[in-house]
């Protein structure tokens, strides 16, 4: 594998934040903010999931997260 190759395909880390952020944005996060929330690893996906489906707007709930 050349070095191209190595440096363009994304690391297990940037694919999770990307598939944290795709589950924030289809709950309804803004992709700005999914994206900020899904590159914390302190953020708990579920409790940032459950806060929106439970009625909490998400620039709320991003303050409770964060």
């Not at 994304?10 to 999770?16: C, F």
């Not at 459950?50 to 964060?66: F, N, Y």
């Amino acid at each position: 594998m050349s070095t191209v190759e190595t440096e363009l395909r994304p690391t297990e880390q940037e694919l999770v934040e990307r598939w944290r952020s795709e589950e924030l944005q289809r709950a309804g996060y803004p992709q700005e903010l999914a994206e900020r929330l899904a590159m914390r690893a302190d953020v708990d996906l579920h409790r940032a999931l459950d806060l929106v489906r439970d009625g909490c707007a998400p620039q709320l709930a991003a303050d409770i997260l964060l």
